[in-house]
């Protein structure tokens, strides 16, 4: 079995066994693509499934792992994975939620 069809057998059974979770950074799965084998150990903090999902978008082949998207940097790319139930949009919505919150957050402690 090559390496993409086991990255989407791990995603696929890390969703279903965690249904309330919409959205993962690609960096923190790597234990379980470890465990798997499909790396032999995480370098530097999500190395290689990061060098894995840039190569995929370099050659467009990047919805061979439908659960990937980045959100594009200036310089790099943030990976994520996301449940195959909640599109880029609605999981874009999340994120901006939770960085509205969290800016109120630091205003309200600025203004204490």
């Known amino acids: 079995m ?5 990255i989407n057998l791990v ?3 890390y969703f ?3 249904k309330n979770v919409k959205i993962v950074p ?8 470890v465990l798997a084998g499909i790396f032999s150990k ?3 903090n999500g190395l290689p ?3 894995l999902l840039k190569k995929l978008d370099t050659l467009n082949q990047l919805s061979n792992i439908p659960y990937a ?5 200036a310089v790099y790319n943030k990976w994520f994975f996301r449940s195959e139930n909640h599109s880029v949009a609605e999981i874009i919505k999340i ?7 969290k800016t109120k957050d630091k205003k309200k402690k600025v203004k204490k």
């Open 42 to 44: 995480d370098e530097k």
């Open 2 to 6: 090559d390496k993409i069809t086991q």
């Open 95 to 101: 994120q901006n939620k939770i960085l509205k919150k």
């Open 26 to 33: 690609a960096k923190n799965m790597m234990p379980y693509f």
């Open 69 to 73: 998207f980045a959100e594009k940097k």
């Open 49 to 51: 499934i990061h060098y």
């Open 11 to 13: 995603l696929k059974d």
């Open 16 to 18: 279903d066994l965690n």
